[in-house]
């Protein structure tokens, strides 16, 4: 079957650097996905990685090794604001996205 | 601004008792999607229009129907809501054409209360 893991939650303080971690097994590979999930709203997109290597977009940045059926997002700079779930996404060979459960992320003043 | 439209942001039914729920779009986008999320879960596909192609997974209950009366909306229906059913109701719409990543773009969510 194809899976997405994702930490439950994770805690960090305000002006930090947290990095959450996705790995997946999927059929077939085209594409990862962060998405912003904030208590009771709709996600947002954050970052889109296909080839390897770090995709960097302000304080945000994304990591992708295929062969390790692996990413990270690094969020720089931690805000209040940041508090939220993080959704990472995989789009299979049928171009079909496998959603993870998310990471919820509480940021500590 | 170009962007998805939910409503109503909040519905409460009683068991058994038929929704709607409606999208709308000025993004032009030729795919709509809609999920089921439930706290803490993943976003379950529960169906998608490319173009004007239907597509039912096939775990969808047949409780859930849809339409897509033209490209600028989309309606789920849910015929007969059970407890379960009880959840936040994303649709999403996403461009297959030209380059790109194919982006979702989500709606704000209707969120279903059964009673």
């Known amino acids: 079957g194809q899976n997405i893991d994702q930490p439950t939650e994770m805690t960090a303080t305000e002006g930090a650097i947290v990095q959450i971690n996705c790995t997946y097994q999927?059929?077939?590979?085209?594409?990862l996905f962060w998405y912003q999930q904030h208590a009771g709203e709709a996600p947002t997109f954050l970052s889109y990685?296909?080839l390897d290597g770090l995709e960097e977009k302000g304080r945000f940045s994304s990591f992708l090794s295929r062969s390790k059926g692996y990413s990270y997002l690094l969020l720089k700079e931690l805000q209040m604001k940041d508090s939220a779930s993080y959704l990472c996404?995989?789009?299979?060979?049928?171009?079909?996205?496998?959603w993870g459960a998310g990471t919820k992320l509480i940021i500590k003043p | 601004d170009a962007m998805v439209i939910q409503n109503p942001r909040y519905q409460v039914t009683q068991f058994g008792k038929p929704v709607t729920l409606s999208c709308s779009q000025t993004?032009?986008?030729?795919?709509m999607y809609w999920y089921q999320q439930k706290s803490s879960q993943a976003p379950k596909l529960l169906f998608h229009?490319?173009?004007?192609?239907?597509?039912n997974e096939a775990d969808t209950p047949d409780n859930f129907q849809s339409r897509r009366p033209n490209t600028s909306f989309c309606f789920l229906d849910i015929r007969s809501p059970g407890l379960g059913d009880a959840a936040m109701y994303l649709c999403?719409?996403?461009?297959?054409?030209?380059?790109?990543?194919?982006?979702?773009?989500f709606g704000a969510g209707s969120r279903l209360t059964v009673l």
């Open positions: 999927t059929s077939g590979f085209n594409g």
């Open positions: 990685n296909v």
């Open positions: 999403a719409t996403s461009s297959s054409r030209g380059t790109g990543a194919n982006v979702l773009t």
């Open positions: 996404a995989v789009r299979d060979s049928n171009y079909q996205l496998i």
């Open positions: 993004l032009n986008h030729n795919v």
């Open positions: 229009y490319y173009d004007k192609d239907f597509n």
